[in-house]
């Protein structure tokens, strides 16, 4: 059997998404039984100079959908990072999910020699071989910026206390 | 190009171990500029029911070693987890990459529709292929672990400041 790109990338990314969207539903909870907005929640930050809950999210949705089109070889759509509520944000997790299963899992299991181009802040481009994009940069960064939020509350989902090694 | 286990993994897990050992200098510089006791950082966790920062250097290592070793089909090494300083803990982390570097990638390669098992906390254990192995239990689980790192200070190593989508 063949271990293919679409298959590291397209799958995981799904089974992050479905899980920060899950993660928010226990936001959601908390907040109504902790009787606080949950405004307070998505823009609660682990340190200041992180990102608050909300841009994590978006930022992993991008990750998940600029990335995947990216080995595809095609555009990906814009979103305007305009949410202000958990709704709002499962709607973009979603929204994100059905657009990963618009791609053609050929087009990504055929770019690991092709060069990816991808912005690297706000002025500069990355550039790297598409096995070593994907293996590189997007999976660590997504899981990164899932795991930014799992660490916020409430972390009844976090991962750790079910892990072994 | 063919793309494969050894590929996703091996290289990934390198990068991952470095960049934990860097993120323990900063801890000792931090400490020490601070002049608090380094084993204060190693005792540190994000919250009450997480696991503290040596720990999870221990639980990143055990994945990186444990899980390569599983898709080789051979037996890894077992550690003493008794690690209560830095450098005991860069150490066990320059050990782990050394020991990937003893596997056979073709062994890996060829793992993909071969059973995992694997333990699942205490008593259970978990069944898996070895691509689904990969790309579902090891990969996310090891990036977690490390990102419960990169969030305890000292910060400035934290990768969010440089991500782009």
Same mark, same amino acid.
Request: glycine share 0%; no cysteine; charged share 40%.
């Given at each position: 059997m063949s271990f293919s790109m679409s298959q590291a990338s397209l799958p995981a990314l799904q089974i992050g998404l479905d899980a920060l969207s899950a993660v928010l539903d226990k936001a959601a909870a908390f907040a109504a039984a902790k009787k606080i907005e949950p405004a307070v929640l998505l823009n609660s %930050?682990? $340190? +200041?100079d992180m990102f608050a809950l909300a841009r994590q999210v978006q930022i992993a949705t991008d990750l998940a959908k600029n990335g995947s089109a990216r080995l595809a070889g095609v555009e990906p759509p814009r979103y305007e990072d305009n949410e202000t509520t958990i709704d709002q944000l499962k709607a973009r997790l979603a929204k994100t999910a059905a657009y990963l299963k618009t791609l053609d899992p050929k087009q990504i299991d055929a770019s690991g020699d092709r060069q990816i181009t991808f912005p690297l802040g706000p002025t500069n481009k990355g550039h790297m071989k598409g096995d070593d994009y994907l293996n590189h940069f997007m999976l660590p960064n997504f899981y990164f910026h899932l795991t930014a939020h799992t660490a916020v %509350? +409430? %972390? %009844?989902? $976090?991962p750790s206390r079910f892990t072994s090694r």
């Open positions: %930050r682990l $340190s +200041p %509350r +409430p %972390r %009844r989902h $976090s």
